[in-house]
Nanobody, 128 residues
Framework: QVQLVESGGGLVQAGGSLRLSCAASGRTFSTYTMAWFRQAPGREREFVTAINWSISWSGGSTRYADSVTGRFTISRHNAKATVYLQMNSLKPEDTAVYYC?????????????????WGQGTQVTVSS
């Protein structure tokens, strides 16, 4: 059973920063993509960013939504099976529940239906 556990959400003023973490456990993966999605009240879940990894690579790729490019950075720590989301220059419109997701593929999907596992979500609130 795969578990994804997010942490790091909270309340921050506009222009501030937060770092989210997502730790995966339950099995090892030879290839995966981990992503962050977010969902604000009354809105659909939207793609934020993704990063991939494969045991056969030395590197990886990332993908960002236009709305966060230049402000958010995704990274991973393979040994800890953890993905991080560094969020800088936060805006009130970034307020949402942020979800971590994992796909058993190296494709950087932006479609939530492509992801196999999900975390429980962590609230990020940006005040103006």
């Amino acid at each position: 059973q795969v578990q994804l556990v997010e942490s790091g959400g909270g309340l921050v003023q506009a222009g501030g920063s937060l770092r989210l973490s997502c730790a995966a456990s339950g099995r090892t993966f030879s290839t995966y993509t981990m992503a962050w999605f977010r969902q604000a009240p009354g809105r659909e879940r939207e793609f934020v960013t993704a990063i991939n990894w494969s045991i056969s690579w030395s590197g990886g790729s990332t993908r960002y939504a236009d709305s966060v490019t230049g402000r958010f950075t995704i990274s991973r720590h393979n040994a800890k099976a953890t993905v991080y989301l560094q969020m800088n220059s936060l805006k009130p419109e970034d307020t949402a529940v942020y979800y971590c997701a994992l796909a058993l593929s190296r494709i950087l999907y932006d479609d939530p239906a492509r992801y196999n596992y999900w975390g429980q979500g962590t609230q990020v609130t940006v005040s103006s």
